[in-house]
Each structure stands twice: as C-alpha cells, then as structure tokens.
C-alpha cells in the first residue's frame, strides 16, 4: 500500500467503517462536505466505493497516520458513484484532530501520483466550499485552478491538467 511522510494509505475494510464514522459522521468535522447520518449509510458509500476500485483503478483510501497507525482519515483519487458526471477527482476527509499538519496535501500528493503515474488521466477535479479556505489552498498548493463555482451544490470547482 503507498504511503506518504506521515500516512499509511490503506483499502477500505468493513472492520474499519466505526472508525471513519467518527469523523464522517460528525456534523462539526464535515461542516462542509456530506454527513453521512448513520453507520449502515458510511459502510455503504465507503463499501460502494471500494467496489469500485476494481473498475477504476482507484477510490479513496483509509488514511492512517503512521505513528499511531489509527485511522485519521479517508480520501485521495477516485469517480464518485454516488454523484457520476465528475471525472476523476480527489477528495479528503479527515478526522479534527488530524486538521493542520499537512496530511490533507500528502494524501492529495500520493492520489495525483495515481492520476498521472498509473491511470495517466489528462486531468483531474476537486472541489471545495467557498468558505473551506483551507481545502481551497490545499488544492492550490496542489497546482489546481480554480474553474467556475457551482452555486447549486454551494461549492467552487478546480482543475488541474497533467
């Protein structure tokens, strides 16, 4: 599995979902992004996605910070079965206490590894809330450009070529 500096990126098992809902399920920790409302709804998409791994070479990862080797996070590159239409973008969600250490630019780095070493993808999205600015200069740190917002999913569009 790859790692970053500080990650350990893992695929997804059943037996990780109480972990991820902790933070995937909290209101405050997705303030701008999905909730998922249940743990049966969190294995699902989680499940869902790594499904779909097989079809296309990547879904988000579990994300575990190397030291502690516990799950602080889930993202990285993927196409989003759950809203198609996208193309392929990355994506990170991590649990608070993991907030402003750099891992959501480490897992951001090793997905667009994927995109440009393994699938060669021309190029790849991502999105963030207006008011995310910190997920708006990981992106951009990242060398995505900001495209257009979309005012009706309350979010800002990037792109980034190969």
């Not at 049966?40 to 989680?46: G, N």
């Not at 097989?54 to 759950?82: H, K, M």
């Amino acid at each position: 599995m790859p790692q970053t500096k500080n990650l350990k990126l893992c695929c997804a098992r059943r037996a990780d979902v109480p972990d991820l809902f902790s933070f995937l399920g909290n209101p405050s920790a997705m303030e701008f992004t999905h909730v998922h409302q249940s743990p049966q709804e969190c294995r699902r998409r989680v499940m869902v996605h790594e499904y779909f791994r097989r079809r296309d070479g990547c879904a988000p990862w579990v994300v575990r910070e190397s030291c502690t080797n516990r799950i602080i996070g889930w993202g990285g590159l993927y196409q989003d079965p759950f809203e198609p239409g996208w193309g392929f973008e990355v994506g990170y969600f991590f649990h608070p206490k993991a907030w402003g250490k750099g891992y959501a630019s480490q897992l951001v780095t090793a997905g667009l590894a994927v995109a440009d070493d393994e699938l060669k993808l021309p190029e790849v999205w991502a999105m963030a809330h207006p008011e995310n600015r910190a997920s708006q200069r990981v992106l951009e740190k990242a060398g995505f450009i900001f495209t257009r917002p979309l005012p009706e999913r309350t979010r800002l569009l990037y792109r980034r070529n190969r």
